[in-house]
């Protein structure tokens, strides 16, 4: 017997009564409400008369949202899934057997895969929609949504935010996640406009999507706050934002009023809401002109829903559990395909979410009654703890882990045991009871909210469990990083990796994953592993898919037997400019030196790309004092090197004065020969990263330089300019290799590398044209070096390369420092017969003092 087809759901089906009015704004093109309706009732015309169970593939992309309608509106249940996850999608199609499935084949065309010609299952004529819990995607418990829920909470939705058919939402959140669907489907109730995109708010390309669009609203977790903090949104020309709306966990309020301020400015709102799957999405917003008064309320039930506290055990008149009330919560719970014949067994909600309501009307989510753990006989709440810690500046995830509270913080690793110790204490539980695991980047779900399942496995001791794909990688990280906190959600940057570690990572990376984007070395683990997994599933050979391993050997002998493969001069890289100017700048500069050559202008443009790898290493995400703690390490990684190895100089030989072993000839100006300012370059490095770690360590210009990436190394760079002209009188007897009148190179490598836009860079262009010239008396080539050099690194973020060219140019930049560094003691002694020995020398005994000095700085972990 033929399932009885219900009516669907309205806003699906009334598409067409928008007509010509645009509903998508896609990378391929605008799509009209018609043409939407028409692809639409197409796909439902494939999907066939009888109600099916389709397994829906989620993605911000058309042919998936098409398929999400059709389903809607031909009353086929849909069961929504993370299109970016196998392994979600491989368990949900054994446990519920759907009789169609909907994703993308191998070569990213849509397909629907129809399993069943009639429905395999009993399908109630109320269910619309089945999605993942918001802690349980992957598994088999499911909230069951009716046509109904959907369509209340979309009207509800569009008419406490105010959408009209004027407006465009980006999809910043997956659409399988209930919060990123309810943006899609209240702005279609409406009329409105969808910009369909799956890239990320940290991407500059999103935001040139969404000013082309005139996009006016924006959705984001906690998580996508963080983000928009890093990339500036408050700098951001945002001429149509109307506003900017906030769920999926607690946003703090200190930064909830900041945000409302800003919008306050901009002239947009921001929206602060609650809700959950089983509500279908939402339940309570916090409307807007009491946002920066009141920003720790959720606000008031949304239009058709109601609150009421339940008294719990434990807590006063005033606090209690908070059941919601209305037209959106779900029907129930699917446990199995028998569920799916289930009407309602729901009519309320029970949050598990404490609550008050405050003499205003506001709500206020005080607790959470489910996360209560009862650790040896203590009933402990773990959202406390976070707010405890929170409040003595440590952001923690906490959970209850049988007898142990597992937290998982950020911060640096020593203060591991003050954490738990603090915990213990406030908690009155024993030490042994705490678990705590120091953390760069907190574990997180696909939406943004906290994954307290990871935080559980990260605490727990490790017991030789099975590896997993990401192991090779986590390996990786840690010998190089020489780090033992390494996880999934690790960076190279948050590890706290820098340009010196930074060559070698980039190349065993590349040879174990392809190739890499740009932005690698801020990007995840697990982000990285994602990325390179298409490449991983490609055949290679007859043995079929086999993915690419991270190899053993590097370094020199990594390089020659680079050189000697003869697949290895067929295999296509790419290659980073500043990788590959710290390479050939070497090279030239000691070749220089020798006089095989005369082409100078090298040393003045690896200054500049020391700036650009300043910005990607030294400024972080990281916390103002674990930035400055890591900018310390990196300047005694390279002061103590070269200050053991010109003491030994000074001591050999005759050339050299004690002051360049302390780096102080600079500022002592110890004469004009030659060797006595061999080390400038080494010299003006350690000085740089002195300054600005001592103004790093200032909170108002820490804060200055979070806010304002690009103006603030412009501006310094315009201070640099008093000493590139010596208007103070401040250079040595050597002007052009005095710090102060090459320190505006140095920033404008930084700023190089905070330039995320054309003008940016054409302005940097301009500012590198105006100011190079007479830096070098009569040296034109020199001059056009150098600005052909940094207009490179400004414009040219990579260049095309070969295997074994890759390998030996990481060897080379890796090892730049220390071939500088020994290179006066090398060529001396063969320069006038054998120059072409003299060369090869002075790299083979840098590139060897290169591998003692990481030995020993990996042995010695405070270096």
């Not at 949202?65 to 059709?70: C, D, K, N, P």
């Amino acid at each position: 017997m033929r399932p009885l087809r219900p009516n669907g759901v309205p806003f699906a089906r009334e598409l067409a009564a928008y007509g010509d009015r645009v509903a998508l704004v896609t990378p391929e093109g605008e799509l009209s409400y018609r043409e939407l309706a028409e692809r639409v009732a197409a796909t439902a015309e494939r999907l066939g008369p009888v109600r099916r169970l389709v397994l829906l593939a989620g993605a911000n992309r058309t042919d998936a949202l098409v398929t999400h309608l059709a389903a809607l509106s031909a009353g086929h249940p849909v069961l929504l899934v993370p299109g970016d996850s196998e392994s979600t999608i491989r368990t949900l199609t054994e446990a519920y057997a759907p009789d169609v499935v909907a994703r993308p084949d191998a070569d990213g065309t849509w397909i629907l895969d129809e399993r069943h010609r009639d429905s395999a299952h009993t399908l109630h004529r109320d269910l619309a929609l089945l999605l993942s819990t918001s802690g349980s995607t992957g598994s088999p418990k499911l909230v069951r949504l009716s046509h109904d829920n959907l369509q209340a909470n979309a009207e509800s939705i569009a008419t406490y935010l105010g959408l009209g058919d004027t407006d465009r939402a980006a999809t910043t959140l997956p659409m399988h996640y209930c919060y990123g669907l309810s943006v899609i489907h209240s702005h279609l109730v409406r009329g409105a406009g969808l910009i369909l995109t799956e890239r990320s708010v940290s991407e500059a390309a999103f935001w040139e999507e969404f000013r082309a669009a005139r996009g006016t609203s924006l959705a984001g977790v906690p998580y996508t706050f963080d983000l928009l903090d890093r990339v500036g949104f408050e700098r951001m020309d945002l001429p149509h934002l109307r506003r900017v709306t906030q769920a999926g966990g607690r946003l703090a309020p200190e930064r909830v009023t900041r945000y409302a301020e800003l919008g306050a400015r901009s002239g947009w709102q921001l929206f602060v809401m609650y809700g959950q799957t089983e509500a279908t999405a939402r339940m309570a917003y916090l409307p807007p002109g009491l946002a920066a008064e009141r920003p720790e309320a959720v606000g008031v039930p949304i239009p058709g829903g109601s609150f009421r506290l339940r008294p719990v055990d434990g807590h006063g008149p005033d606090t209690g559990e908070l059941v919601y009330s209305g037209p959106n919560v779900m029907l129930g719970y699917a446990r199995g395909p028998a569920d799916l014949a289930l009407g309602r067994t729901v009519t309320e909600l029970h949050t598990g979410d404490l609550a008050r309501r405050a003499p205003d009307g506001l709500y206020e989510i005080v607790g959470r009654r489910s996360r209560f753990a009862k650790i040896l006989g203590l009933r402990i709440d773990p959202q406390r703890v976070e707010s405890l810690l929170e409040e003595r500046g440590v952001t923690a995830y906490c959970a209850g882990d049988g007898e142990a509270l597992a937290v998982a913080a950020l911060g640096p690793t020593g203060d591991q045991a003050l954490i738990r110790r603090l915990v213990a204490q406030e908690c009155g539980l024993p030490s042994r009871a705490v678990r705590v695991r120091v953390l760069d980047r907190l574990p997180r779900l696909a939406t943004g909210k906290p994954d307290y399942e990871a935080v559980r496995r990260l605490t727990r001791p490790a017991r030789g469990e099975a590896p997993d794909p990401g192991e090779d990688l986590r390996r990786l990280y840690a010998e190089i990083l020489d780090r033992a906190d390494v996880t999934e959600d690790s960076s190279f940057a948050g590890l706290g990796g820098d340009s010196l570690c930074y060559v070698e990572m980039s190349l065993r990376l590349e040879d174990a994953l392809g190739h890499l984007p740009t932005d690698w070395h801020t990007r995840t683990i697990r982000e990285l592993r994602t990325m390179a997994a298409p490449a991983a599933r490609r055949p290679e050979g007859q043995d079929g898919p086999q993915p690419r391993r991270a190899r053993p050997a590097t370094g020199l002998l990594g390089a020659l037997r680079s050189w000697t493969s003869p697949k290895s001069w067929r295999t296509r890289r790419t290659l980073e400019t500043g990788i590959a100017l710290r390479a050939v700048g070497i090279i030239l500069i000691v070749g220089s030196h020798i006089q095989i050559f005369d082409i100078k202008g090298f040393a003045h443009i690896l200054l500049c790309v020391a700036g650009y790898n300043f910005a990607r290493f030294q400024l972080t995400d990281a916390g103002r004092r674990e930035r400055v703690r890591h900018l310390w390490r990196s300047i005694a990684r390279i002061a103590v090197p070269s200050m053991v190895w010109i003491t030994g100089a000074v001591v050999l030989t005759d050339f050299y004065d004690p002051a360049n072993a302390l780096l102080l000839n600079s500022v002592l100006d110890q004469g004009n020969d030659r060797f006595d300012w061999a080390y400038w370059f080494v010299e003006a490095l350690v000085y740089f990263l002195v300054f600005l770690a001592v103004l790093m360590a200032v909170p108002l210009l820490d804060r200055l330089e979070r806010r304002y990436v690009f103006g603030v190394p412009l501006a310094l760079t315009a201070v640099g300019l008093v000493g590139r002209y010596d208007l103070l009188d401040l250079a040595s007897a050597r002007p052009q290799l005095s710090p102060t009148v090459v320190f505006w190179l140095f920033t404008l490598g930084w700023a190089a590398a905070r330039a995320s836009a054309v003008r940016q860079r054409a302005l940097l262009t301009a500012v590198l044209v105006l100011t190079v010239p007479g830096l070098f008396h009569d040296q034109p080539l020199r001059t056009t070096l150098v600005i052909v050099g940094l207009a490179l690194l400004i414009w040219v973020p990579t260049l095309p390369s070969l295997g074994p060219l890759s390998a030996l140019a990481g060897v080379l930049a890796s090892s730049s420092l220390y071939i500088y560094l020994t290179h006066y003691q090398v060529y001396p002694y063969v320069q006038e017969d054998f120059p072409l020995t003299a060369l090869f020398a002075s790299l083979l005994v840098g590139i060897g003092y290169a591998a003692v000095v990481t030995r020993v700085t990996r042995t010695v972990r405070w270096l």
